[in-house]
Nanobody, 111 residues
């Protein structure tokens, strides 16, 4: 059974940073592309960043240069380092692997 468990969300001021983690179990983590998505109130869930098994990455235009996705295959964990956070980054952030989703972690950017 696949489990994805996010952590690291919270309340941060504009311009601040947070690092999200997603611990995976029940899969051979190293062979899968992993993704971070987010969903703001009243909006559709959108891709934030994705990382392939060989470490190739892609990002939504809105987060390029501010967010960094990485993975540690030894720890079965994918990370999302978020810098220079903006109000519009406020959302529930979800970890994804194919059809599997985590429960989400809330990120709120507010002064």
């Amino acid at each position: 059974q696949v489990q994805l468990v996010e952590s690291g969300g919270g309340l941060v001021q504009p311009g601040g940073s947070l690092k999200l983690s997603c611990a995976a179990s029940g899969i051979i983590f190293s062979i899968y592309t992993m993704g971070w998505y987010r969903q703001a109130p009243g909006k559709q869930r959108e891709l934030v960043a994705r990382i392939t098994p060989d470490g190739s990455t892609n990002y939504a235009d809105s987060v390029k240069g501010r967010f960094t996705i990485s993975r540690d295959n030894a720890k079965n964990t994918v990370y999302l380092q978020m810098n220079s956070l903006k109000y519009e980054d406020t959302a529930v952030y979800y970890c994804n692997m194919k059809i599997n989703w985590g429960q989400g972690t809330q990120v709120t950017v507010s002064s």
